[in-house]
């Protein structure tokens, strides 16, 4: 099966400049989940959707982050304006269902830099 | 609150040496699931193992291992006869069953030396 498929790969874009990833999850996966990742730390959680409605976005910095995922399939990520704190890898999960134990399947990631 | 603390920032073995990641959880949660992921330098994670509440046989997968003790709140992870293709960042998670939040570790970084 494909796996869940992140672009652009890499971005580098200078403070107050906007941006935008998307994110195509794993067919079938009704939940998806974009995460931050600090050089050095782990993942932390920014939105969770299960299918086309937000479960959790209270994490995301509702000032300058937005995502929305609206036919419930791909996703996009858009933060306006970037700050240099933005600087990270930024993460999309997708998992089957709602069961607890489902393990998250994690796309390859795209590596913010922000000058 | 969830938290899960992998207290080994960094680590370096030489290949062929058996080496443990340490993972030590905190929740109120009495049902929740205990994951490890492997990151390479391409950069995506990949699920190695989920193990749940009540589940503490310990699991060995090859040259992987596991071994949880709810007693010490503990899900350790242990590579025996390490490889290079084994350096990468490992991260211990916890999800709990009332909130639905996995909670992941800073991770470890593995260095296997050939």
């Known amino acids: 099966e494909a796996g869940v498929a992140q672009s652009p790969r890499y971005k580098i874009i200078e403070k107050r400049q906007s941006v935008a990833f998307w994110c195509n999850p794993i067919?079938?996966?009704?939940?998806l989940y974009w995460y931050q990742q600090i050089l050095g730390q782990g993942p932390k959680l920014l939105i969770q959707f299960q299918n086309n409605g937000v479960v959790d976005d209270s994490q995301l910095p509702k000032d300058r982050f937005s995502a929305e995922r609206l036919k419930g399939v791909d996703s996009t990520l858009k933060i306006q304006p970037a700050k240099l704190e933005d600087s990270a890898v930024y993460l999309c999960?997708?998992?089957?269902?709602?069961?607890?134990?489902?393990?998250?399947?994690f796309g390859n990631g795209t590596r913010l830099t922000v000058t | 609150a969830q938290k899960v603390t992998q207290a080994q920032t960094e680590i370096s073995v030489v290949e062929k040496e058996d080496v443990t990641l340490d993972c030590v959880y905190e929740?109120?949660?009495?049902?929740?699931?205990l994951f490890w992921y492997k990151q390479p330098p391409s950069g995506e994670l990949v699920f190695l193992i989920r193990r749940n509440s009540f589940d503490e046989q310990n699991e060995i997968s090859g040259r992987y291992s596991w071994n949880f003790q709810k007693s010490t709140s503990s899900f350790n992870f242990t590579i025996t006869a390490s490889q290079v293709v084994d350096s990468a960042v490992y991260f211990c998670a916890l999800i709990g069953i009332r909130d639905d939040k996995i909670i992941f570790g800073k991770g470890t970084r593995l260095h296997i030396l050939p």
């Open positions: 067919s079938g996966h009704a939940t």
């Open positions: 929740t109120r949660d009495t049902t929740y699931y």
């Open positions: 999960a997708s998992r089957f269902g709602t069961a607890y134990n489902s393990p998250l399947h």
